[in-house]
């Protein structure tokens, strides 16, 4: 006998048949509960085995001790699966708000790698067809329940088409791996906007894409915005911290701000903005640029 073949004796649970009459061993075994489950059906929750694999995973899993589920297909292991997976996800979300609240700077720290790739998951097989199967299957919104599939999200919006957030890293081979880095500086310009509480990527690009006659009503339009979401007081006091406000660069949209603030009718603001000469209108846009660069810390203008 080999040094696997003693370990898996020694570590073995032999499971009843059936869970009839066998309460006491299941009593004794049942020690863990999952703090979440997967958001499929609750008409079909786990079976009872189901759920004790679920919670011999949670009890065990930490201390790398092999759980092996076997079945034939359609037995519900990729079921169970699920919510030992919800399980992790909701954990670490609880560790990473327990982390925060004792330092906001954590992720900075060395205790973010652990924090984050303790309850991480990685699905492996000889089989690469399986692989990719279960990295498709969870994060597809048909594997959530319709009644939870606008509620369940996970930076969805940088997320492929018809899954409900980035869930899943497929690995493997070279193309994959570039896949993979590209999500995550997809991911790190969505964080970068996350905190853009007054919207000036959103402004940068509609000023990039707009036409002479329509850039006046597009700032216009932003700044109104900003008013009736009573953030044009925040948004001046957030711009004057700035170095390219100090440069008097936008004197300009400080001027239009008082006006839209004082009630102006918007045909008087968009025709003041309309008629710029071209190498005005220039400086204007470069100073919104450089706001923009300066607000979130760095160039983002290969994303534009």
Known sequence: ????????????????????????????KFKSAPISTWPSDPKYGLSFLQAFVVSESIT?????????????????????????????????????????????????????ISTIMDASIVVASSNNKAVENISKELP???????????????????????????????????GNRNRFKKKLSELSWHLSNATDVFEFNKLRKSLSEVTEDGRGRTIHAYLNKQLKDERLPELKEAITQTSVYRSQALNWFFETMDLVEKGCESRVIIDKLKILPPEDWTEHKDSIDKLVRQWFGSSQDEKN
Not at 5 to 13: A, M, S
Not at 161 to 166: D, I, M, N, V
């Open 1 to 28: 006998m080999n040094g696997y073949e003693k370990f898996i004796k020694k570590q073995q649970t032999v499971i009843p048949s059936s869970p009839l009459n066998e309460e006491d061993f299941y009593k004794s």
């Open 60 to 112: 065990h899993g930490l201390n790398n001790i092999l759980i092996p589920v076997n079945g034939p297909p359609g037995t519900g292991k990729t079921t169970l699966l699920k919510d030992v997976i919800a399980h992790r996800f909701v954990e670490r979300t609880k560790n990473i708000y327990e982390a925060f609240k004792k330092d906001d700077d954590w992720y900075q720290s060395s205790a973010s």
């Open 140 to 174: 597809d919104l048909k594997s959530i329940f319709e009644d939870y599939r606008d509620e369940v999200r996970h930076f969805r919006e940088v997320s492929e088409e018809g899954s409900w957030g980035l869930f899943c890293a497929e690995l493997g081979n070279k």
